[in-house]
């Protein structure tokens, strides 16, 4: 198994895109820069066992790749969250007068929670993590409760007509 923390270089990164093992999660993460100039993030590569590093590491740099190009994918090929909000937000642009707050909530609050994740991947248990990220946010007095609730309330509204979509397809 690897080590339990992100290995760096004498520049205080990783020199490629190296998976670290976290174990408390017990999940492989990479730290990734997206944009020049911004911190690193800790992306998810979610389902792969803590005993598969060689697959962990080709994910990462596969991830790694596609993130600096400002593309979006999810460990397992399909669309991640950040593509399919990208694509959904182009759709209601003129039609839907709360766009910009959509835009807003969604880059702020949803996508540094779960952007990185497949589509097809998100579970109860993503939202949840959501709600968390967004009852930090109140108690830290970053954000209102009755903001908070209006963006989970868009989440899931928009979760479900995802869900309609689906099963009349």
């Not at 760096?8 to 100039?37: D, H, L, S």
């Not at 949803?110 to 952007?115: E, Y």
């Not at 109140?138 to 979509?165: F, P, W, Y």
């Amino acid at each position: 198994m690897a080590a339990d923390v992100s290995p760096k270089n004498k520049g205080g990164r990783p020199a490629n895109p190296t998976p670290f093992w976290n174990p408390v999660r017990k999940i492989w993460q990479v730290r990734i820069t997206e944009r020049k100039g911004e911190a690193s993030k800790a992306h998810d590569l979610p389902g792969i066992p803590g005993d598969r590093e060689d697959t962990a590491k080709i994910v990462a740099r596969n991830m790694n790749g596609a993130l600096r190009r400002g593309e979006g994918v999810a460990p397992d090929g399909g669309e991640t969250v950040t593509t399919y909000a990208g694509r959904w937000l182009k759709a209601r642009e003129g039609k839907i007068a709360s766009t910009q707050d959509n835009k807003a909530h969604l880059n702020t609050h949803i996508l540094p929670v779960i952007g990185a994740y497949g589509m097809t991947d998100v579970t109860a248990k993503h939202i949840e993590d959501v709600v968390g990220a967004l009852d930090a946010k109140v108690q830290a007095g970053e954000l209102s409760s009755k903001t908070a609730k209006n963006i989970l309330g868009h989440v899931l509204q928009d979760v479900r007509r995802c869900d309609a979509c689906e099963s009349s397809a």
